[in-house]
């Protein structure tokens, strides 16, 4: 869609990526808290950390200089924390999702990357893996959407090695809870243990196209996955909802 010949469908594309709306869940199930977090440094007194002197010792030169007290807003603070949620979206360009179902899919990546946090990564399979955009490599919401619009499916699919490199992604973040969304048909072509690697996923929810669901509902139960079906991108919002949440 990115790369299409007619400059009114790129356009098209990238404006219904861009209003395309989703919200995270705030689930209450517990989840484990994982990682040390990192150090951040925050405008005013934070009770909770401490003054942060390397970004706070202009202000506090001055003041002393010129005899006057500082606004709180005129300092700085660090404390321990961490990202909430970190995102992996894993999204199949394998020859059976082609049309419709890859358009779909596309579409809904790119939204959901233009909205998410720092914290998210997309991969793409087929007979590989390819990283679009990973956790931290600071890749623009721009530059992510016009590579997952440009996608085209061929290839068989290797799935396993998808969820693993998911794994890995998610391994490499702090965050308290570490999501995994697949937008795929699940019909893995190459024999290897589908449910060994998605278990290795704190979580997994699948969105799969409704047109041809049934190997995403075999994987959903076996390995305790949500799942949502959608035929055309109108369908994803309310989808996303009921899958998040």
């Given amino acids: 869609m990115a790369t299409a010949t007619d400059r009114g469908l790129r356009e098209k594309a990238r404006r219904l990526a861009h209003r395309l709306a989703w919200r995270e869940a705030r689930s209450t199930a517990p989840t484990t808290v994982r990682?040390?977090?990192r150090m951040r440094s925050v405008r005013g007194l934070d009770p909770q950390g401490e003054l942060d002197l390397d970004r706070?010792?202009?202000?506090?030169?001055?003041a002393r200089a010129g005899s006057h007290a500082l606004e709180p807003d005129e300092l700085w603070s660090r404390r321990w924390s961490a990202s909430r949620t970190a995102w992996c979206l894993v999204l199949d360009r394998s020859g059976s999702m082609d049309g419709e179902a890859l358009a779909t899919a596309c579409l809904t990546t790119a939204g959901f990357w233009l909205r998410a946090h720092e914290q998210r990564a997309v991969l793409t399979f087929a007979d590989d893996v390819v990283a679009?955009?990973?956790l931290g490599d600071g890749r623009t919401g721009e530059e992510v959407l016009d590579r997952v619009l440009g996608l085209r499916g061929r290839g068989t699919t290797h799935l396993a090695p998808a969820l693993r490199a998911a794994a890995d992604q998610l391994g490499r973040t702090s965050a308290r809870r570490r999501r995994t969304v697949l937008l795929s048909d699940c019909r893995a072509t190459t024999p290897d243990d589908v449910v060994a690697a998605a278990g290795l996923l704190d979580e997994?929810?699948?969105?799969?196209?409704?047109?041809?669901?049934?190997?995403?509902?075999?994987?959903a139960r076996a390995v305790d996955a949500r799942l949502e079906t959608v035929s055309a991108p109108s369908?994803?919002?309310a989808a996303l909802r009921r899958l998040l949440d």
């Fill in 35 to 37: 990682g040390t977090g």
């Fill in 235 to 237: 369908d994803v919002p």
């Fill in 204 to 219: 997994l929810a699948i969105l799969a196209p409704a047109a041809d669901p049934a190997a995403a509902r075999e994987l």
């Fill in 132 to 134: 679009l955009g990973s």
């Fill in 56 to 62: 706070s010792m202009d202000h506090l030169t001055q």
